[in-house]
């Protein structure tokens, strides 16, 4: 039988003062830590949902998982907790856990951890990833379609990496429909600001902006409040169509069960090695979310066939020209970005309005 066990930020710190022996670590036990609540309806829900997937399709297994953990050494506490109960893998799901990770695993070097991105490995801490890019590039082709005024929005959590791909990607896809289309970002500073994001979307509609993207941890007060609004939004991590069918064109979820058990599968097997694993559209941990009704056909139709062509690897979003906010090339014509650059991404693309710092 599985257990699953959702812990708080405040209980996991409360406990971690009274740790119990150090136990042989399992690799039946899989412990997660999540940066967020897990019912946030999105990315902390994506992963849960891989924590499930796994519940559901491996034999034997038991997992934890503790919510709401900061980007701070308390999650080194945390995961220290989970391998002193036993837990001999841990999925450390957000973007700042990575240096604790590779902290505890110098430490403990029968644990397995598994981060969600990153370019950093050790001896026994591995990477993997979603590449939602292709997907945020066909949002954007709907988007650039769909807006009436060629101002587009995307309200972002942090000014990292991963945020930098998904605007530039949507962006480009919007260009590629409306040359002269905009896109304006507004940052939050935090994963989860509800009251930020409600102010940004007020913000937005109020200058005329009439599709709003976004990348933050839940896209719940987004598309509600685009609904109030009368404007349309781009969802991110979970489909949440049915919250605000009116405002709701498409989005991009994660599928993350399907690797999550391949690479548990691995290190039961004893074949698991430190390393970058990544998948994306085509390899189905990145999905387009349906169209919302709003979306005409033929549309729909452009978007579909854009699609096949990335899928089938005859089209590249990252292949050049790409020109950067300054004007400066970023890749040239007959061009593609490899993985390390668009990994380590650190400027905004022409035609985005604001700033990577």
């Known amino acids: ?18 740790p119990p022996a150090l136990a042989d670590p399992d690799m039946k036990k899989i412990g997660f830590v999540y940066v967020g609540p897990a019912a946030d309806y999105g990315y902390n829900t994506s992963m849960d949902l891989g924590r499930q997937y796994l519940e559901e399709n491996m034999e034997g297994i038991e997992t934890t998982a503790f919510e709401n953990i900061p980007e701070s050494a308390e999650v080194e506490q945390v995961m220290e907790r989970l391998i002193k109960s036993g837990h001999g893998i841990i999925f450390a799901t957000s973007y700042g856990y990575l240096d604790y990770a590779i902290s505890l695993g110098e430490k403990y070097p029968d644990v397995k951890f598994l981060h969600a991105g990153g370019l950093k490995t050790s001896a026994n801490v591995g990477t993997y990833w979603a590449d939602s890019d292709d997907g945020m590039y066909l949002a954007g082709m709907v988007a650039g379609a769909k807006s009436k005024s060629g101002k587009l929005g995307f309200i972002g959590a942090f000014q990292i ?53 976004e990348q933050v941890d839940s896209p719940i007060t987004i598309a509600q409040t685009a609904a109030k609004r009368g404007v349309y939004m781009i969802g991110k ?42 998948s994306d559209l085509a390899g189905g941990a990145a999905v387009l979310d349906p169209f919302g009704e709003g979306v005409p056909e033929d549309v729909r139709e452009k978007v579909l066939a854009k699609k096949e062509e990335i899928v089938s690897g005859s089209f590249d979003i990252w292949s050049g020209p790409i020109v950067a906010q300054d004007g400066s090339g970023k890749v040239e014509e007959g061009e593609v970005m490899d993985m390390e650059a668009v990994e380590t991404m650190d400027f905004l693309v022409e035609g985005v309005v604001g700033s990577t710092s």
């Open 161 to 213: 990496p991963q945020l930098f791909r998904s605007i530039n990607a949507f962006t480009l896809g919007a260009q590629s429909i409306n040359p002269d289309a905009t896109v304006t970002v507004v940052w939050t500073g935090g994963w989860w600001e509800p009251q930020k994001e409600a102010e940004a979307v007020n913000a937005f509609a109020d200058e005329g902006i009439d599709v709003i993207a």
């Open 237 to 278: 991590d979970v489909n949440v169509m049915d919250r605000a069918p009116e405002a709701w064109l498409t989005g991009v979820s994660w599928n993350w069960g399907p690797m999550m058990k391949d690479m548990v599968e691995e290190i039961h097997a004893g074949t698991w090695e430190p390393s970058h694993v990544r």
């Open 1 to 18: 039988m599985t257990l699953k066990h959702l812990l708080s930020a405040a209980f996991a710190a409360a406990i971690a003062f009274a």
